[in-house]
T-cell receptor, first 114, second 113 residues
Framework: KAGVTQTPRYLIKTRGQQVTLSCSPI?????VSWYQQTPGQGLQFLFE???????NKGNFPGRFSGRQFSNSRSEMNVSTLELGDSALYLC?????????????FGDGTRLSIL | QQQVKQSPQSLIVQKGGISIINCAYE??????FPWYQQFPGKGPALLIA?????SEKKEGRFTISFNKSAKQFSLHIMDSQPGDSATYFC????????????FGRGTSLIVHP
């Protein structure tokens, strides 16, 4: 069974640009969550999607948005990029929503802002 | 405000030794406490998790100890191996249908052969 796939693995952008990251969950998984990982702030929850609906949202500005498609694939968009957005962005999928559902992480997209 | 405090930041142990990582939380509404293991260049992987209705959970060489009154929980890795060298994160979340985890800052574990 294929794991969670995130594309691209690496991305370099400049300030002010926007970026879209993609996540393909494990087959059959309907919940997708996004996280930001930085050396300074650690792992932080961005948002969770289940059945194409955003279920939960972390404490991030509106520049960070996402969506989920009918096949459970998800995209995350960051507009007006700032230097502080440089981070590893992780996607995790699970069968359902809720803490009892183990999350399976992808290997992330490394975003660098110049 | 850091809701989950993890210590130590780094840990070096000898092969065969016991690795102990501690976490303390503030929000008494938290009721799910997982531990993740992350290798360089990889995403975190769920190791073991516990709910506050039990004081200890063991899976192989990994044990979580939970102290509800002290609002602390810890990960013990018995017979530590060089392959255990990784970064470990604790997390905490509230129950119900939502899962919004708050993570500790991580512990870099190095196990010397």
């Amino acid at each position: 069974k294929a794991g969670v796939t995130q594309t691209p693995r690496y991305l370099i952008k400049t300030r002010g640009q926007q970026v879209t990251l993609s996540c393909s969950p494990i087959s059959g998984h309907r919940s997708v969550s996004w996280y930001q990982q930085t050396p300074g702030q650690g792992l932080q929850f961005l948002f969770e999607y289940f059945s194409e609906t955003q279920r939960n949202k972390g404490n991030f500005p509106g520049r960070f948005s996402g969506r989920q498609f009918s096949n459970s694939r998800s995209e995350m968009n960051v507009s007006t990029l700032e230097l502080g957005d440089s981070a590893l962005y992780l996607c995790a999928s699970s069968l359902g929503t809720g803490a009892s559902q183990p999350q399976h992480f992808g290997d992330g997209t490394r975003l660098s802002i110049l | 405000q850091q809701q989950v405090k993890q210590s130590p930041q780094s840990l070096i142990v000898q092969k065969g030794g016991i690795s102990i990582i501690n976490c303390a939380y503030e929000n008494t509404a938290f009721d799910y406490f997982p531990w993740y293991q992350q290798f360089p260049g990889k995403g975190p992987a769920l190791l073991i998790a516990i709910r506050p209705d039990v004081s200890e959970k063991k899976e192989g060489r990994f044990t979580i100890s939970f102290n509800k009154s002290a609002k602390q929980f810890s990960l013990h890795i018995m017979d530590s191996q060089p392959g255990d060298s990784a970064t470990y994160f604790c997390a905490a979340s509230k129950g119900g249908g939502s899962y919004i985890p708050t993570f500790g800052r991580g512990t870099s574990l190095i196990v010397h052969p």
